[in-house]
């Protein structure tokens, strides 16, 4: 299970911190993805993770978000600085184990809105 929480309503050029928490498995085996949904829009890649440490970012957000685990918490962080209203949508992680090409296990999602 995964539970996201630090979403919010900032001001465009804030900052924000998300949080996903795993129960019942270890993230450190695996992959862990941000992926965000706007109204109206499909849901869209942000950022991943892998159980090795590579990271990979969405170009939209490159250069401003950052993604990173703290194993010890069993916790992945999307750290979220120059916000702009275009990053305004509901954020979820998600979770596959080292070698799927799925995803397993998704969050309940946490929302983000900036203002212009």
């Known amino acids: 299970q995964l539970v996201e929480s630090g979403g919010g309503s900032v001001q465009a050029g804030g900052s924000l911190r998300l949080s996903c928490v795993a129960s019942g498995t270890a993230l450190s085996f695996n992959d862990v993805g941000w992926y965000r949904q706007a109204p109206g829009k499909q849901r869209e890649f942000v950022a991943l993770i892998a159980s090795a440490g590579s990271r990979k970012y969405a170009d939209a957000v490159k250069g401003r978000f950052t993604i990173s685990r703290d194993n010890a918490k069993n916790t992945v962080y999307l750290e979220m600085s120059n916000l702009k209203a275009e990053d305004t949508a509901v954020y979820y992680c998600?979770?596959?184990?080292?070698?799927?090409?799925?995803?397993?296990?998704w969050g309940q999602g946490t929302q983000v809105t900036v203002s212009s």
């Open positions: 998600c979770n596959r184990p080292y070698g799927a090409i799925q995803f397993q296990s």
